[in-house]
């Protein structure tokens, strides 16, 4: 049988800011960082918080007053280097003893910090950080939890200088920052009870749990179509097939779709009052959403909003109260339009909206997000980053890739700590698709590798999945196959072969030394050919799955496979490749054979379906040991977002003297 799939891919998106703590950072560290395993490997004293409240002092990595050193700011994170040194400037709110928390992410645990703030001092050793994110290298996926320093600080003045050093570091240990929490001991009653009181508002979120897979769809202005050029949002907003849109949804069998109010552009599929007044010819007279919602409920599939916070809000170019007032507005003016038939909100931008606006009331912005419907669930995306408040009701998880399933439906620690959990992926690899006259890009998430993480979430979760979709509410072929696949296996048990129904999803790459596991030597057409089948490999990290009769989901270097196998007939043996690839897929990778090491790049077999024979080179076994072992190791995917290739055996053919 011959073997079909695509890769897996990433996605590349105060209050108190005034004078004095001084915040100096001295480390060694390295930039090659990356998300562990669901847990860590030495214990974690958990903040006694689990997310920032009114009462927190925030300095955030991203906002100080200056640096010095070798130091990367990627995003909401600054990835540090070396001996460096990093200042902030905030006013101490009252003065006392002050709990300190760590928002970090590490991968190796070798870092000994030490903060001194005048005569006061605490000094911790940070362990490695865990979470859902796959252990994968990417700057992206990296774990990130909110630790409790033992000790306090005593902060008397209204500035204060404080000064964090790493200690005992190695050249190959790595940290990367968040920010530093300050919690007055002082407010821990108050701190507690504000915690209590957001739990306790929270409605029963079990029927969204409970469910097994939604479709989030950026449908926008920037939305391009099969053909031709981007038409003006409101002819779109009017040509828009809602049953046949609806016809498309019900067929991938979700349970939910998350559909886009506004995205890049202040733009809202509805005649809404107040919006039109802030955005001035953004709205349209159709009420595209509430079309879409009776549709939907009448195949009892229900609808839930995208929202663009950071632009509908104006981040940046509001001060406090505005910002505030905008978001309490235009969200009480759509719950009250709409009622039950919008089930929840997911509201994108909250990382950086919550650094620009400490003071942001989120209680009143919570009971505004519940006009119309008070069991409307509300989840703010901070991304990989902590969560900004308990003030809502289930986690964005913006994944974006597989990650690792949960164990519990609240999440126990890590950046959605509290909340219910939910994952958000991306199909395709893209968010939006806006290039025109260019089709959708293909899944790069293997259905099987999808169908093994979504059995693991099952009960503690849905699993979103973004799918690109075309202006006229369409979406591609390819991307409709894999959302029926997983609608045959979820709904209907009818598992494509080659899936380990055991498996509960992907398992962290695997550390220290690989032990010996011998494959099977079949004997070819040729006598004393070796062949080292797909299906006998041993897979080396989360970044490619088996298929029934190939390895593919291949889009990470950080993944290889081996083959330990009884040494042959000494020797000189043909290497031969057995393996497919699609066009604008591959890489360049190694093939090791004892001291032997090709350097092999994808051959474009057309497709993915189509695996070709090749012969890579000679290699000389005749000091052979009674035990081999043969690698195959990706240097560098050519492509972000695409796989290596479909491989699906290696052949060592005897070649005559």
Known sequence: MKGRTTGVGG???????????????????????????????????????????????????????????????LAGQKVIKGACEVTWQITVPAAGEYEAILAYASHDGQNTIEIVCEASRVVDHLPPTSGVYLKSGQWYQNSFVRRKLPGTLTLGQETATVSLRTLDTTEDSAVVLYSIELQR?????????????????????????????????????QAAPRTGSTRPYKDAVNDFDVDAFVRMVEETGADYVIFTGNHAEPHFPAPLKEWEKLFPGWTTERDLIAEIADGLKERDIKLLLYLATHVYAKLGKVEDREFSEINHTLITEIGSRYGDKISGYWLDGWYQSSQRYRDFPFESFYRA??????????????????????????????????????????????????????????????????????????????????????????????????????????????????????????????????????????????????????STVVQAEQEGTVVLAAQDAKIHGVYAARGPDYIGGWGNASTFVSWDFDAPKPGRYRVDLHAACGTDHGGDFEIVL???????????????????????????????????????????????GRALMNLHAIHLVPVAD
């Open 185 to 221: 001991l002082e407010d821990r009653e108050k701190i507690a009870a504000e915690m209590e009181r957001a739990v306790q508002s929270r409605p029963n979120s079990d029927w969204f749990v409970e469910m097994s897979y939604g479709l989030m769809f950026h449908w926008t202005s």
């Open 594 to 640: 004892g001291e032997t090491v090709f350097s092999v790049k994808t051959k474009d077999t057309g497709t993915f379906a189509n695996p070709q024979i090749d012969t890579i080179g000679v290699v000389d076994l005749t000091k052979s040991t009674a035990a081999c072992r043969l690698l195959v190791k990706p240097i560098r995917i050519w492509k972000q």
């Open 369 to 518: 997000a519940k006009a119309g419907n008070a069991e409307r669930l509300l989840a703010l995306n901070s991304w990989l980053y902590p969560i900004a408040t308990p003030w809502q009701d289930y986690w964005a998880g913006e994944i974006y890739s597989l990650g690792v399933p949960p164990p519990h439906r609240i999440i126990q620690d890590g950046p959605g700590e509290s909340l219910h959990y939910h994952a958000l992926l991306a199909l395709e690899g893209d968010w939006v698709h806006t290039k025109e006259n260019t089709p959708i890009k293909a899944p790069v998430l293997d259905t099987r590798a999808l169908l093994a993480f979504m059995k693991g979430c099952a009960g503690k979760g849905p699993v979103t999945l973004n799918v690109l979709i075309y202006q006229d509410g369409t979406i591609s072929d390819s991307s409709m196959n894999v959302l029926q696949a997983v609608n045959a296996a979820i709904h209907h048990g009818q598992m494509p072969e080659g899936i380990d129904h055991a498996k509960a999803g992907p398992t962290p790459a695997e550390e220290g030394s690989i032990p010996l596991e011998r």
């Open 11 to 73: 996605r590349v998106g105060n209050r108190h800011n005034s004078v004095g703590i001084r915040l100096t950072i001295l480390t060694g560290l390295v930039v090659a960082l990356a998300a562990c395993a669901y847990r860590t490997t030495a214990p974690v004293e958990p903040a006694p918080y689990t997310t920032t409240t009114k009462y927190t002092v925030s300095l955030f990595a991203t906002k100080t007053a200056s640096q010095e050193g070798d130091i990367q700011t």
